[in-house]
């Protein structure tokens, strides 16, 4: 994914004109592809529109709320969602593993809990998703 192509998309977004911003702007645009590609595993690319309108749409609500404690709104959660359920996700963070008989209502981050019928889920960004070990891999069954 070209981050010059992100940042001066975010800067139409947000109405800048100048380059005063742009070493920031650019800096949020490379974290945020970065997150998106290590972090959640996702393979992004550039060439789809699809791909590359979310991760401006992250990159604008990134800067927009540097200075909040509001978490990410719906909107980019469920596209995120859609990420993983349509390009699909590996490289996922696991750090704990624990069986329960129900889902928690307050899950641990990077936490996969299997259930009494063997399924594995995980709490990705807000929504529960079914993940499953491949190659010694986590990743989100698509």
């Known amino acids: 994914m070209d981050t010059a192509t992100v940042t001066s998309l975010v800067k139409e977004r947000l109405g800048i004109k100048t380059a005063a911003r742009d070493t920031y702007l650019t800096a949020i645009s490379d974290g945020v592809i970065k997150e998106l590609e290590d972090e959640k595993g996702l393979v992004l690319d550039g060439a789809n529109s699809y791909h590359l309108l979310f991760v401006v749409d992250y990159a604008t609500w990134r800067y927009q709320s540097r200075d909040k404690d509001t978490g990410m709104p719906r909107h980019l959660q469920y596209r995120l969602h859609s ?12 750090d704990a593993i624990k069986i329960v008989t129900v889902l928690p209502d307050i899950p641990v981050a990077y936490t996969v809990y299997v259930l009494p019928d063997s399924s594995k889920q995980m709490y990705i960004d807000g929504v529960w998703a079914l993940v499953s070990l491949v190659d010694g891999t986590w990743v989100v069954v698509v």
């Open 83 to 94: 990420l993983y359920i349509h390009v699909g996700s590996s490289r996922l963070r696991v």
